[in-house]
């Protein structure tokens, strides 16, 4: 029988709850690398989980879900990452990732509207790495070109609603790539090497050759309306598009487009890196439609729908998409 590990990522409710885990964790919980559970979210009045599954960001199988009641009992299940709770009142969910250990969260959650924006500043490379060092350094606002090497990311978080004081960012990159040092609640700084720190002594600091960073950053409110967003810092010069947080390669920009402005692509999976590129744009989005496996009707396909595997890779390469841009 495959063993039950329970999720490393904890699940706040107006207290700030720890999850145990069934052995000493091997890798730093900062880097996306063993399967887990990532976090769990209210919108409206539907639950939504995100999950790793050991591999890549994108999934190749759907990920398998089943959402339980306090007995453990399955309220809703099959392969559905989100469930909607005016049909039960789920307070777990457990993950079957795709090696078959599974994977159990507990949560207690409140409706959020807060938005998520990643702002970024360049730090100099003398940035040193105490933490009174780094929070004597502001940085420069950084809003276009490559992402330098010691950089700082601030979450703005804004909401219709006054947002909670008590709320904290959980940083993550895939396949641990970098180093994150938190600065403050919804600040750290993150650096393009494998940084090893004995609290303000540096015991290791290794420079990365990363071509590019994806990052998650999950928001913790401490009163249960917890969110999280994916974003991509790019080292190297890329043409890309901005969709939500995502910056996403493209083959090239059309010259009749401006940013903003709906853009058609075909999606091209890239196997041997394990990551999309967009092929073939145009402002031309007529008869394009969204795929079925899309949850929602909408006039846009949403790349959350890949992040969280509505989607599979099977189901969109080659397909012909529009995306929104900004």
């Known amino acids: 029988m495959k063993s039950q590990l329970l999720s490393s990522i904890v699940l706040w409710t107006a207290a700030f709850l720890s999850n145990a885990c069934s052995d000493p964790f091997t890798v730093d919980r900062h880097d996306l690398i063993t399967p887990r559970i990532i976090g769990v979210r209210q919108v409206d009045t539907v639950l939504e989980v995100q999950v790793w599954n050991g591999d890549r960001l994108y999934h190749t199988v759907t990920p398998v879900v089943e959402w339980l009641d306090d007995t453990q009992m399955v309220v809703a299940n099959g392969i559905s990452v989100d469930v909607e709770t005016l049909d039960s009142t789920p307070s777990m969910v457990r993950y079957t990732d795709p090696t078959g250990d599974t994977h159990l969260a507990t949560f207690v959650l409140e409706p959020s509207t807060l938005n998520l924006t990643p702002i970024l500043y360049a730090l100099p490379e003398t940035t040193e790495f105490a933490l009174d060092a780094r929070l004597a350094e502001e940085g420069t606002l950084l809003t276009e070109g490559a992402a330098p090497d010691a950089l700082r990311i601030a979450m703005s978080v804004s909401s219709g609603e006054p947002t909670p004081d008590t709320g904290k960012m959980r ?156």
Request: charged share 20%; hydrophobic share 40%.
């Open 171 to 326: 940083w993550m990159t895939v396949d641990g790539e970098g180093t994150f040092l938190e600065r403050s609640a919804l600040e750290t700084d993150f650096f393009r090497a494998a940084i090893l720190m004995d609290r303000d002594e540096l015991i290791e600091n290794t420079p990365l050759e990363m071509e590019q960073a994806t990052v998650l950053g999950l928001y913790v409110s401490g009163t249960g309306q917890n969110t999280w967003t994916w974003f991509d810092l790019w080292y190297t010069e890329t043409t890309t598009i901005t969709h939500a947080n995502r910056e996403l390669a493209v083959s090239e920009l059309p010259t009749d487009w401006t940013v903003g402005q709906p853009i058609a692509v075909e999606l091209e999976w890239q196997s041997e890196v394990g990551d999309w590129r967009l092929q073939n744009p145009s402002v031309d989005i007529a008869d394009v439609n969204n795929p079925s496996c899309a949850p929602v009707e909408s006039a846009f396909f949403q790349w959350s729908w890949l992040e969280m595997g509505y989607c599979t890779v099977d189901d969109v390469d080659g397909l012909r998409i529009v995306l929104e841009t900004r």
